[in-house]
């Protein structure tokens, strides 16, 4: 059921995020169908800027990649050797050396466009994977126009659905929703702004090649709790032990994402998203577990706003039943 309920949760979630675009788009007066062809497009655009960034780092790391292997391997050879020798242990250092710099030159390419190109080779090689995904995303664009045309009318079909004593209650509850959302999703947008332009420039300041595009991802990463951060951070020490080597440079990235850390966690964040959704870091990492292994990828990047609707509900029940007079009694 994770495979059809997909497409369709991922429709609704981008047209909620898209909904302002096209709400924007129709006080200029625009016809309701032009306003959300362009508010879909807007989407895709910054899909494919998203993407174009991963691109831009594949192409800064990987030429840095082929050409530090020979010296990490030298270097390796001369701290590694001497505790080998102690066990008698003896390796062909040139034999190793001249393997791996050709397993490097034949898996990885100096131009990142190449290997996306050998990726989606790869890809086309599964047919029904093909056709599922192209499936999924003219699905995906087709129920996330017509939602973003016909959203009120969606709702108030919804809204009919429940009892009248019941829709009160019901309105209540989505519009506490949607304000946990809108502030979260405002804020976010807020502290990625401010922190991508927090470690482009750090990183430029301290000579990272790429420094903008990598600054950038990390700050889109923070949407992922945790996970984001260390992959950031993992990327720029990376990036930095590639350039440098093992020199001040790596003092410096581990003291900017230290300091990038604690002003995003302690002073964009509270103040701009307040306390996010409110869930305990446990209650974090199951969400992620539990919408990672539903929906994937996705999933985990969806896993703290459906959290937060999950929350509402889980608060107004709690309510309900410490009001009953069965809990009283």
Request: hydrophobic share 55%; net charge neutral; aromatic share 12%.
């Amino acid at each position: 059921m994770a495979e059809i309920f997909t497409p369709f949760l991922t429709a609704f979630i981008l047209a909620y995020i898209l909904r302002p675009a096209f709400l924007w788009l129709g006080r200029h007066r625009l016809p309701n169908s032009l306003a959300a062809l362009l508010t879909v497009v807007l989407g895709l655009g910054v899909l494919i800027a998203i993407l174009g960034l991963f691109i831009g780092l594949l192409k800064t790391e990987l030429p840095l990649i082929k050409a530090q292997l020979p010296g990490w391997i030298q270097n390796t050879q001369a701290w590694l050797g001497p505790k080998l020798a102690e066990f008698h242990i003896d390796l062909d250092w040139g034999v190793l050396k001249t393997t791996l710099s050709q397993k490097i030159s034949t898996h990885i390419s100096d131009n990142a466009d190449a290997l996306m190109t050998s990726t989606f080779e790869t890809v086309l090689m599964s047919g029904s994977s093909v056709v599922a995904g192209f499936v999924n995303s003219v699905l995906i664009i087709f129920v996330m126009f017509y939602l973003l045309i016909d959203w009120d009318h969606f709702f108030g079909i919804i809204k009919k659905m429940f009892p009248l004593r019941a829709q009160e209650t019901i309105h209540h509850l989505a519009m506490h929703t949607d304000g946990l959302l809108s502030q979260y999703l405002n804020g976010m947008i807020i502290v990625i702004s401010i922190m991508s332009v927090f470690y482009s420039i750090g990183l430029s300041l301290i000579g990272i090649q790429g420094a903008v595009a990598l600054g950038i991802f990390t700050a889109l990463m923070i949407v992922i709790p945790y996970i984001g951060i260390t992959l950031g951070f993992s990327l720029a020490i990376l990036s930095a032990l590639l350039q440098f080597g093992p020199q001040y440079e790596m003092i410096a990235v581990l003291a900017l994402y230290g300091l990038g850390q604690f002003l995003e966690g302690f002073v964009l964040t509270p103040r701009l998203v307040g306390e996010r959704i409110g869930l305990h870091p446990v209650a974090v990492l199951f969400a992620l577990l539990l919408f990672g292994k539903l929906f994937g990828f996705f999933g985990v990047l969806l896993a703290l706003p459906i959290s937060a609707v999950s929350l509402v509900l889980v608060q107004y029940l709690w309510s309900v039943y410490t009001q009953s007079s069965w809990y009283q009694k």
